[in-house]
């Protein structure tokens, strides 16, 4: 039941019942998201992007950790968008190849022929957003998506080993980086 409801099913500590019904569960979730989130999606200039809201949302919930960097990075995904260029998340690719389970997904890991992976959620392949959220966002996502920060960025990546993210302007700076943190 809970896919169906994928990107508002709001991320928070909660308590249940070992013996209460799924049903009832998945209620409160959402209204939880109702209380806390919806106040700041419901705002009449940001409704009629909703889906697109809370798609980019789910993005930057998987992409970042910090608050601004996921404002940069929601401020590239719209750059690219309107330059009609593929968005190139990894995330899309572990959400397709992992069937949408994160957390228990064998191999996580995007490798360079994962970047074919048949699915309209390839990001690779696609130019433009996924058909729908990958995740469910948090108050920091959904608030990034509706307050990207523009900059000369186009590129960006973590660094697997302190997480930081770092940008880049060009592609070929984008490219020193990559081999500078991740080797490639």
């Known amino acids: 039941a809970a896919r169906s409801e994928?990107?508002?099913?709001?991320?928070?500590?909660?308590?249940?019942?070992?013996?209460?019904?799924?049903r009832k569960a998945v209620e409160k979730i959402l209204d939880n998201f109702s209380?806390?989130?919806?106040?700041?999606?419901?705002?009449?200039?940001?409704?009629?992007?909703?889906?697109?809201?809370?798609?980019?949302?789910?993005?930057?919930?998987?992409?970042a950790p910090l608050y601004r960097d996921k404002q940069l990075i929601a401020g590239i995904i719209y750059k690219r968008m309107q330059l009609g260029m593929a968005l190139q998340i990894d995330a899309t690719i572990v959400y397709a190849k992992c069937l949408g389970y994160f957390m228990t997904c064998e191999d996580p890991k995007v490798?360079?022929?994962?970047?074919?992976f048949q699915s309209p959620y390839n990001t690779y392949l696609h130019n433009e957003l996924p058909p729908g959220p990958i995740g469910n966002p948090g108050l920091d996502s959904i608030k990034a998506?509706?307050?990207?920060?523009?900059?000369?960025?186009l590129y960006y990546l973590s660094d697997p080993?302190?997480?930081?993210?770092?940008?880049?302007?060009?592609?070929?700076?984008?490219?020193?980086?990559?081999?500078?943190y991740l080797g490639v």
Not at 7 to 14: A, C, Q, R, S, V
Not at 38 to 43: A, D, E, G, K, N
Not at 145 to 153: E, G, R, V, W
């Open 145 to 153: 998506a509706l307050n990207p920060i523009k900059s000369d960025y």
């Open 161 to 180: 080993k302190t997480k930081k993210t770092i940008f880049s302007k060009t592609l070929e700076e984008h490219i020193d980086n990559r081999a500078n």
């Open 35 to 63: 209380q806390k989130a919806w106040p700041v999606l419901s705002v009449p200039s940001q409704l009629k992007n909703l889906q697109q809201n809370i798609i980019i949302a789910s993005l930057l919930e998987k992409e």
């Open 6 to 22: 994928e990107g508002f099913l709001f991320p928070d500590t909660y308590r249940f019942y070992k013996q209460g019904e799924s």
């Open 111 to 116: 490798y360079r022929n994962d970047l074919d």
